[in-house]
Each structure stands twice: as C-alpha cells, then as structure tokens.
C-alpha cells in the first residue's frame, strides 16, 4: 500500500447524507484517481487528477464530486445523487502522466449505506 | 477504446504445481501490460509490467508474464504455486497515448491454491 492513505477504513452513511471519503499521498505523485470496485466488475474510475487543481471525470463520475487543492490530497465526496453508493473505494496514485508509469494503491475504503 | 479479458473467474490450483492466470487485452498502438493482486479488503498491490523489450517479465513473489504480442495476450504465471498466493488478480492495460494516463483493468480471477 505504500505511501498512500486511506480513511476511514469502514464507513457507514445514512441514505440521503453526503459523505467524504480521504485519500492522501506522500510520494510526491502529480496524478490522482479513484476507482470503484464492486464484486465481478473489476475497478472503475471515478475521477482522477494529473495536476493540482484540476481533475476529469472518469467512466462513472455521477453522483461523486472531488477536489485537488493540494498536491497530496484527493478526497472523494459520495453524495445522494448517487444511487448505489455501497462499494469498497480505492483511491491511486502516479508519478506522471507518463503511459509506463506505475500505479500504486491505497488499502481501501469500504461504504456501506444503510 | 482499451480493453482487457480475463476468461476464468477462479482458477485452482494443488500447491507445488504451476499456475498461470490469463490475460488478453486490446488497444491502439504499443501496449503498457499490468498485474496486480489484491488480498481480501486491502488495495492493490503491484506485481510486474511490460513496457518493451524482453517478453518474458519477472516481477514480485516469484511471479512472471509473457507478453505475446501476435495473441495479445499477457498471461500471469509461476512455476510452483504456494497457499499464500491464494488471492484476487487483476490484469490491466493502458496505451501509449490518451487522457489521464488511464489504467484499464479486467474484471479480476480468483486463484485459488489448495494444499
């Protein structure tokens, strides 16, 4: 998991309430994603960041919002407009923007809306 | 667009015989080929990569992949399995140019060694 943190580790949201999901890097990495992972779908990507205050959506971005004010954080909002929020949540992180650069992984947030 | 296969869900295996995790992908240009293994709720941990060169890559644990460039193909293998290897195992692709340097992943195979 190296230099990438994630919490909390297990989070559980109200239907209808907003909640905000951290992700912080200290490997000095200029592109930041979020991924979704739901069992038998492998990983989609939410949002993603290749540079201090400016971020594009990924293939599934409605009902998430992101912001990247500084260069170590990512956090991810899950808000009630989206409509199956309960996932386990894997936020990553590249040095570059470079085609071979290696992706390195959180360990994970876990959502589950009761 | 980019694209990857993993055709077997679970794939098991005795401990102490050979495994090999399937792989195939599809994408404009030079592919940049990823494997990765996931525990049971941790992140993803990064395994080998082909980037160019010698087909055969070796990385982490033992584990190894062979690009096969005429079968698009980047099957994940190692030579004796162990329990511990027992774990999720996702192949993903990302092509030489496109937004966001965006990794593309499959959908995940299951390894399952048995003693």
């Known amino acids: 998991d190296g230099g990438i943190t994630q919490s909390p580790k297990y989070l559980f949201r109200k239907e209808g309430q907003n909640v905000t999901l951290s992700c912080e890097q200290n490997?000095?990495?200029?592109?930041m994603y979020w991924y979704r992972q739901d069992p038998g779908q492998g990983l989609r990507l939410i949002y993603y960041?290749?540079?201090?205050?400016?971020?594009q959506k990924g293939d599934i971005a409605e009902g998430y919002s992101v912001s990247r004010e500084k260069k170590e954080s990512f956090p991810l909002t899950v808000t009630s407009a989206q409509k199956n929020p309960t996932a386990f949540y894997l936020c990553?992180?590249?040095?570059?923007?470079?085609?071979?650069?290696?992706?390195?992984f959180g360990p994970g947030t876990r959502l589950t809306v009761l | 667009a980019q694209s990857v296969a993993q055709p077997e869900d679970q794939v098991n295996v005795a401990e102490g015989n050979p495994l090999t995790v399937k792989c195939t992908y599809s994408?404009?240009?030079?592919?940049?080929l990823f494997w990765y293994v996931q525990y049971p709720n941790r992140g993803l941990q990064f395994l080998l990569k082909y980037i160019t060169g010698d087909n055969l890559v070796k990385g982490s644990y033992g584990f190894e992949a062979e690009f096969n460039k005429s079968q698009t193909s980047f099957h994940l293998k190692k030579p004796s399995a162990l329990v511990s290897d027992s774990a999720l195992y996702f192949c993903a692709v990302r092509g030489p140019t496109g937004g966001g340097n965006k990794l593309t992943f499959g959908t995940g195979t299951q390894l399952k060694v048995e003693l």
């Open positions: 960041s290749q540079i201090v205050n400016d971020f």
């Open positions: 490997l000095n990495h200029d592109a």
């Open positions: 990553a992180s590249n040095v570059g923007a470079g085609s071979t650069d290696t992706q390195y």
């Open positions: 994408v404009s240009g030079n592919p940049y």
